[in-house]
Each structure stands twice: as C-alpha cells, then as structure tokens.
C-alpha cells in the first residue's frame, strides 16, 4: 500500500476549543445537543497539505435542532433476560484479557498471555510474543485479498496482523503508521480506519489520509462510511465519502456506536442519545437520578447493548429495558461479538452474554422444524456441558450461533461429525430457518 500523508486545513476536522461545552451548552436531558460546524482553525503543523488534497472546506452544518426530546423518556417494566455462553472449551487460559475480536468461528484474545486464537471454541495458537495489548479489530486485507485482516493495538500504538498459528506481524509501516501512535481500529465502507492521539487515518487501499479531528476517547464505524468520535465534550460524525464532519456538543460523551439502521447513538454517563429523522441527537433514555452509571456500548448483530451499573441494558426504540441481578462489573467495558452477542471485560476477565430470543417470531418454526433435527442429529456432542461446549439446545442458542451453524452445516458442511447423520433435505430446513432470522 502506498501511504500519502495530508491534513484537511482551514476549518475541516481540525480540533475545536472545548471547556465544559462551551458557553450555552445544554446538560444532557434539557434539549438536543447542538448541532455545530468546525471553527476555522489553524492545523496542526504538519507541513504543507498534499496537492491532491480533496476541498477542505467543510460544510455548514445547518441550525441547531430546536426540538427538545422527551423530558423523561418511557421506560419499560419487562426485565431483560440474558444468558452467559461459553466460548471456549475447557476453559482455555487465555490470561489477564485487554481485548477481544469475534469473527464468528475464529475469536481472537489479546491480554497477558499474547495473542490467543481460538477456533471453533479451542485454542488452535498462542503468539505470548507481546502481551501489552490495548484494541484489536477487523480491517480490510492490506493485499487486495478476500476477507479481512485481524489486527491488533499494542501498548505503544503500533498495529500488528494476528493469524492462526502465523507469528504476531507488525504491519504499521504497510500504513505509514509507524510514526503514529494508534489508539483504536475499525472498518468503515471498505476502508480501514485507525484513531490515532491527533485524528484519525483513513486507509482505502492505494492511500493513507490522516485528519485532524477534536480529541476523542471513542471512535465506532458503520458499513455504509460513516465514522463517529466521542470525548472532549462533543460527539463528531464524520462522512467519508463528502469528507463533511458534524459536531454535537454534548458534556460527558463517552461512548458512540451506530444501531441496526446506521443511526448514531451516543452515551454519557447518565443518557443515551439517537439519530432522529432531521439527523439531530435525540435524548431516548436518562438514568434515574442517583442511579447506576453507563459504562459501556456496543452495537452487536440487531442489538445496541449498555452497561449500566451492575446490570447489562438493550436499547429498544425508545426505552432501556435492563437485567436484574447479573452482577456485572461497574467498569466493564462492551465489545461487540458476531452473533448479537456482548462481550464484557472487567479486571481482565472475559465474559460474554446473548439475549434470550424465545420471543422471537420464528420461535414456533424452530421448535417444529428444527429441533427435531437438534435432538436427532445435534444432541450427542451440543447439551448443556455436553462434549462440544457449545450449547445448541435451545432457539436463542440458534439464534446466537446461527453464522457458525450455517458455516459448518450448510456451507462446509463438516456438521455433524462423520459417523452422524443430517440428510440433505434437514440440511435446506436448516439453511431456510437460519435465512429467516430476525
């Protein structure tokens, strides 16, 4: 990959003067955050911006919304029912964990004792080569191949490609990163997006742009080009194709994500805030007074998953409904898993959590299709404590592993074991079910 360096200037992305807000502010809960346009600022001194540098002019980011959100969001009377899954058999010692990257059937974890790649829930390598691991993510291939690479943020900013039983790969000067200090990864509209202590850098295959952006301590990416920062008081959205930023003040954002239909959702740690249709951040949930802190948010599957005290929380439309009694860690931090699931580390433990789906509406399909099959074909080896360790007894288990099953049953076809039967047409009854989730 051949790296060109540039920075947007004159008022494109660069940081904002922030303190508090700024003057007028509003607290989360009294009206939307303010829309803002970049101030025009002087870049950062960076040397003189590549001739084949895009328009920087950044546009107007229009009137603030003038809209105020509901002043106490609707919250509901159900509890959320979750179940913890396991992830690994016989409970690989995976150490002191600092991060987590799911790509379905191969989950790697970085922590204490390296890089650990499991596959199919059993360690199939472990590089201890470097243990000071702080992110990990999925980015394009940096050699035009198929699929993606998994990468890894060490504790100095430097970017490494993690494979099975492949020594851990530095690959920051592929980049030209190797003068930066990367702090996150992400994948946005077929690019890779690295956030760096002074912006972020937008890989595209041919080139490395860099751009200024306001300090930020969250950065999430959606399919469809879009990129989202939190920190210094404000939550940016950037859009990579116009190269046009939107800035939202908003005291105390902390975490951002984009939910199943691309719309940003940003987090303080007393409120949540969601895109609306006049693209303005819309209060949808505020935590009681004196209540539990948000902590975590993450965007998984069909679910945008909170952290919320002790308990783990599911943004619906306009309403948290949350967990009782799990016992979750006040600082955990939430990772998104493949499946809809949640990952949460706390204290260097890693757990990971799906949504009971029995109220799904294909719930009454599996029971009389495939269960059937599960009890005919899946139950030697897939029981609670079963052999396997994966627990494939039940629809939400279906539907939390519904990738994996259709990898390994319908497309390579390696389920069930030899000697296990699964005829050809139980096979289209579960190819069918699986294209029909919710």
């Known amino acids: 990959m051949r790296a060109r360096r540039f920075w947007l200037i004159a008022g494109a992305l660069l940081p904002l003067s922030c303190g508090g807000g700024g003057e007028g502010s509003p607290a989360p809960g009294q009206q ?57 058999r016989g409970d690989a010692d995976v ?63 430097g970017v490494f490609r993690i494979r099975p039983r492949v020594p851990v790969e530095s690959i920051s000067a592929r980049y030209g990163l190797e003068h930066d200090v990367v702090t996150a990864v992400a994948t946005s509209g077929g690019k890779a997006v690295f956030g760096l202590e002074e912006g972020v850098a937008i890989a595209d295959g041919e080139l490395v742009t860099h751009y200024a952006t306001r300090p930020f301590t969250s950065l999430t990416a959606s399919d469809d080009g879009r990129i989202a920062m939190a920190g210094a008081d404000a939550v940016q959205a950037f859009e990579l194709a116009a190269e046009e930023i939107t800035t939202f003040a908003l005291p105390g954002a ?12 940003a987090a303080t740690s007393t409120s949540v805030y969601r895109e609306n249709d006049d693209g303005a951040l819309a209060l949808v949930y505020e935590a009681e007074e004196g ?32 967990t009782e009694g799990i016992g979750l860690a006040f600082d955990a931090r939430l990772i998104a898993a493949s499946t809809g699931d949640v990952w949460a580390i706390a204290g260097g433990e890693l757990l990971r959590f799906s949504a009971d789906a029995s109220q799904g509406e294909d719930a009454g399909t599996w029971e009389a299709q495939i269960r059937p099959i599960v009890e005919a074909s899946c139950s030697l080896c897939h029981l609670p404590g079963g052999p396997a360790a994966i627990d494939l007894s039940t629809y939400a288990a279906w539907v939390s592993h519904r990738t994996a099953i259709s990898q390994r049953v319908v497309v390579e076809r390696d389920m069930p074991p030899p000697g296990i039967e699964l005829s050809e047409s139980d096979r289209e009854i579960i190819a069918a079910w699986i294209d029909g989730v919710r």
């Open 291 to 322: 209540g539990p802190a948000i902590h975590g948010l993450a965007a998984s599957g069909s679910h945008v998953w909170l952290g919320i005290g002790s308990e783990l929380g599911l943004l619906e439309r306009n309403a948290v409904v949350r």
């Open 254 to 265: 902390a975490h951002v994500a984009f939910d199943p239909e691309g719309r940003l959702v």
């Open 95 to 157: 150490g002191k964990v600092a991060s987590v990257v799911d790509g379905g059937e191969t989950v790697v974890v970085l922590g204490s004792k390296g890089a650990v790649v499991l596959e199919h829930g059993e360690v199939a390598s472990t590089d201890p080569t470097k243990v000071d691991w702080r992110a990990c993510g999925v980015v394009p291939a940096a050699d035009r191949t198929r699929g993606g690479w998994t990468v890894g943020i060490d504790g100095e900013g």
């Open 32 to 88: 939307d955050p303010q829309e803002t346009g970049p101030e025009d600022t002087d870049a950062p001194d960076a040397g003189p911006p590549d001739a084949d540098a895009p328009d920087a002019d950044a546009p107007d980011a229009g009137p603030p919304d003038a809209d105020a959100p509901d002043a106490d969001p609707p919250q509901p009377d159900e509890v959320l029912a979750v179940y913890p899954v396991v992830w690994s």
